[in-house]
């Protein structure tokens, strides 16, 4: 798939078809998230693979009620939860560096695009959750201490076609020399 339609194509799929994603896609996926860029390549992200249903079902529980992806957390047939090492990405010598402290969010969300655009080109769909107890989340998956729970992404088969919503055109946010 050209980059240009894998990236005005990519949606928030919460249904998914009853096919495994195969080994091999999985390790694509990942692969992505390996060669995402981060600040001076601290890569803080940890990512972990659930396909356990019962580890699921507690990771389920802790989404906000009403949140739209409550279903595709268990349906999907892989779930990739994003987490972030505190306190690398931002920070040089043990100092945070910039004026908006610790920087995962910044990278994690780059990772996590590479993740949904490498899963797109490869057919898979994907959402990002992040409306959910992040603590329980936490505690179900045994992240230690030094770690933040970022997003949780479950990724399979797409079983729903999802239109574009309307898009800001480039000169509606574009600005030269001055804002």
């Known amino acids: ?21 195969s080994a091999q896609d999985l390790n694509q996926v990942l692969e992505a998230v390996r060669w995402s860029p ?3 390549n601290t890569q803080c992200w940890e990512v972990v693979v659930v396909k356990n ?19 595709a957390l268990v349906a999907a047939p892989v779930l990739l939860v ?34 949904c655009l490498a899963a797109r080109d490869l057919g ?13 989340c936490r505690r179900a998956l045994s992240v230690p201490e030094g770690c933040e729970v970022v997003a949780m992404i479950p990724m399979g088969y ?9 898009r800001r055109e480039v000169a509606e946010f574009t600005h030269t020399d001055k804002f």
């Open 1 to 21: 798939m050209e980059f240009n339609e894998t990236l005005k194509s990519r949606r928030s799929i919460r249904k998914f078809q009853d096919k495994p994603v």
């Open 158 to 166: 797409p079983d729903q076609e999802v239109k574009a919503p309307p």
């Open 38 to 40: 981060s600040w001076a």
């Open 124 to 136: 898979l769909g994907t959402v990002v959750v992040g409306l959910f107890d992040h603590e329980a």
């Open 82 to 115: 994003m987490c972030a090492k505190l306190q690398a990405s931002g920070y040089y010598h043990g100092q945070v560096t910039t004026k908006f402290g610790d920087w995962f969010m910044f990278d994690l969300g780059i990772a996590t695009q590479s993740l």
């Open 53 to 71: 249903p019962a580890i699921r079902e507690q990771l389920q529980a802790s989404l906000a009620k009403g949140n739209p992806a409550t279903k």
